[in-house]
């Protein structure tokens, strides 16, 4: 039995709730809708609309835009936000799921591939090498009957093993070893600019502004 995720998608007059299969392999038709109790808000306050429609699907006519008047009207507004911030964070997880078993499917299948590329390259080496020796070519290429096997020199590599052991010797012996990088603070550049008033050029700040959190009511 397949683990599953539920997200709820909720349309202003009849909440549903889908049952989505955690494994990507599953059919799609095997999304079955299961219907959700109403939301205490979808009881307690009018279904106001954003978007109003006829019966057919069509618009209705214009009417007053939607706006925040009483207690009632805004706490149905906290309520639909909420409700898709609960479906966001639903994705999101059910996103993480999918993605889990993509990368663990990716890592499993590809395990003998990578062995054999690995294992056969490290049998190749050698003959190339000799191959190449022999022939006396400047070229580091191999031209066999199957592919063209080329010799090429990776990225020399430094370890800091003990970073403040090399610190104070270069210091002392090879100080052009050391490089001392510049930057702005931006505490410091926030400070002068919006505290003390001084124009910095190239520098641009603002106030932040006001935003509204809504959480569940404790």
């Excluded at 966001?88 to 889990?100: E, K």
């Excluded at 919006?194 to 641009?204: F, H, K, N, S, Y």
């Excluded at 700040?205 to 959480?215: E, F, N, P, Q, V």
């Amino acid at each position: 039995m397949s683990s599953t995720a539920v997200l709820d998608s909720v349309p202003p007059s009849a909440p549903i709730r889908l049952s989505l299969p955690l494994d990507p392999t599953e059919p799609a038709d095997s999304l079955t809708p299961v219907p959700a109790s109403p939301s205490l808000p979808s009881i307690l306050f009018d279904d106001y609309s954003l978007a109003p429609s006829l019966a057919d699907g069509s618009e209705a006519p214009a009417a007053a835009p939607f706006s925040i008047t009483d207690i009632s009207s805004a706490s149905w507004a906290a309520s639909k936000v909420l409700e898709a911030q609960a479906r966001i964070a639903d994705r999101a997880q059910l996103a993480q799921a999918y993605i889990a078993k993509i990368q663990s499917w990716l890592s499993s299948s590809s395990k003998a591939d990578e062995d054999s590329v690995s294992f056969l390259s490290l049998l190749l080496k050698p003959y190339i090498e000799s191959e190449l020796a022999r022939s006396h070519s400047r070229s580091r290429t191999l031209h066999l009957l199957t592919a063209s096997a080329s010799l090429r020199k990776g990225p020399d590599h430094v370890d800091i093993l003990d970073e403040a052991a090399a610190m104070a010797y270069c210091s002392e012996n090879h100080p052009t070893a050391i490089v001392v990088r510049k930057e702005l603070s931006r505490s410091t550049l926030r400070r002068l600019i919006l505290t003390e008033g001084t124009p910095i050029p190239g520098v641009e700040a603002s106030l932040g502004s006001d935003t509204i959190h809504i959480r569940p009511r404790d």
